[in-house]
């Protein structure tokens, strides 16, 4: 798409030289994923990797390997799953691992237990873990290739052989790259229409990209790497419309846009029009900025069912400054006033464990969503993801995390692990009040017992 016919025939002539040179090779894209319910097993992302790789190469051997992540689920058992699927150590075939914050352990095991048991084949890695990290090759020892960015072009060209002169991409050995793969996600095909990612009649959620990238700059996600791409690419709307037809025509429940920032700018209303053309009746979760929420959004939502996850994470302006997460509290006011008056169901996410954040400081950001009667207030705790800004920053700031095989934060000068866990256990009392929240902390939780009572309201 959006390329010259001469061009769109060289790799058209490509394809069919690559049809016949990697017809008997194999590649396996090994999906470890967190499964959540209603999601089919395999993820959106990894059938967006496969739909573009067998549309560059269709005549290699390509499949998913999908195995949901568990306590149970060992580095043995998955590289067994792999040999199994290859039918043995073809030293031709390629294993991709996209490497999580929730996987990256598994990915290191199964490669280890893969070259042990004797595969002598390809094995690519890339993933946040790899894309914001500076050490792949001593995080992932054993794997031949790290991608850093979005990995739907670089792939092919990685089984192809192309060797060296990929940006973004680095060969064991070689010096660390720098920047992320050259991607353009106009070119790459829907795995949904391509029927990679099948939908039954019925299904219970669906995924849906409109668009990827993040403008901003927020020190607890790794959009904030200063290496990466800054700008949005938008998915054609061509595509999206027939995706939708798909869904309708299918009875998908429920819609779950996974933009970052799906009500920055106009494209969100137009989106919303076309649901609303479409005739979709299911549930549409969206995530969106709150002090960006404006009338002409919340009227494009007239006659759906939109869910609107508001990302507030604080209200302190000290704590918004250490995390690069800019607030104007008199625009989220406003955004909750105006659900509010439409009666339309919300949720407020928030964190715990930020730089700068004391149990009392944390109270008083739920208190203010309480006041503001928020009908689903969400909260979780801070994770130093890989490369983010405040990773970066943790012996500065005197973030301590925990033991867990999550990078949680659960102490900093200004809380200890008590106080961690007082704010954990009155994120729990949200959940179990989500829908009747009461008007303020005071009612909800406890302090005196300083562990999880709490009081039944509404």
Not at 56 to 79: K, Q
Not at 83 to 88: F, H, M
Not at 308 to 319: C, D, K, V
Not at 364 to 376: G, I, K, S, W
Request: hydrophobic share 40%; proline share 6%.
């Amino acid at each position: 798409m959006y390329r010259s016919s001469q061009v769109a025939n060289g790799r058209k002539q490509n394809r069919n030289h690559d049809s016949t040179r990697c017809s008997d090779r194999k590649f396996v894209l090994v999906d470890l994923t967190l499964q959540h319910n209603g999601d089919p097993l395999e993820s959106l992302g990894t059938a967006g990797l496969l739909a573009a790789f067998r549309a560059e190469l269709p005549g290699t051997s390509a499949t998913i390997l999908p195995i949901a992540v568990s306590n149970l689920v060992t580095g043995n058992a998955v590289a067994r799953a792999i040999l199994a699927r290859l039918s043995g150590g073809n030293p031709d075939a390629t294993v991709g691992f996209g490497a999580y914050v929730w996987n990256s352990a598994l990915v290191r095991e199964t490669i280890t237990a893969l070259r042990r048991d004797g595969f002598r084949g390809q094995i690519v890695v890339g993933g946040p873990q790899v894309t914001y990290g500076d050490t792949p090759e001593a995080d992932f020892p054993g794997a031949d290739v790290f991608i850093r960015g979005y990995a739907e072009q670089a792939l092919p060209e990685i089984v192809r052989g192309s060797k060296r002169g990929l940006r973004g991409v680095q060969y064991s050995g070689d010096p660390m790259v720098s920047g992320p793969c050259d991607f353009e996600l106009a070119s790459c095909p829907s795995p949904y229409l391509t029927g990679i990612l099948p939908i039954s009649f019925g299904q219970e959620v669906v995924r849906w990209e409109t668009q990827r990238g993040c403008p901003y700059r927020c020190a607890y996600c790794q959009h904030g790497d200063p290496d990466m791409q800054p700008h949005v690419q938008k998915v054609p709307f061509g595509r999206l419309t027939t995706e939708l037809d798909l869904f309708v025509r299918r009875g998908v429940r429920e819609i779950k846009v996974i933009d970052p920032a799906f009500n920055r700018g106009k494209h969100a209303i137009r989106v919303l029009d076309a649901l609303r053309t479409s005739g979709y009746e299911g549930r549409i979760s969206v995530q969106c900025r709150p002090e960006l929420l404006s009338a002409s959004f919340a009227e494009a939502c007239t006659g759906l069912t939109v869910v609107p996850e508001l990302g507030l994470q604080t209200i302190h302006r000290e704590e918004s400054r250490l995390i690069d997460r800019t607030i104007n509290l008199d625009r989220v006011s406003r955004a909750f006033e105006l659900l509010n008056a439409r009666g339309q169901h919300y949720a407020v996410t928030i964190i715990f464990g930020l730089p700068g954040q004391t149990v009392t400081s944390f109270q008083q950001t739920v208190d203010f969503c309480l006041r503001h009667h928020v009908p689903e207030i969400k909260a979780f705790p801070l994770m130093l993801l890989k490369g983010c800004g405040l990773d970066r920053r943790r012996k500065e700031l005197g973030l301590v995390v925990g033991g867990g095989s999550l990078p949680i934060v659960q102490s900093s000068p200004t809380f200890d692990e008590h106080d961690f866990q007082m704010m954990a256990a009155l994120g729990k009392a949200l959940d179990l009040t989500a829908g009747f929240h009461p008007g303020s902390v005071a009612y909800l939780f406890d302090w005196n017992d300083g562990a999880s009572a709490i009081r039944k309201v509404g």
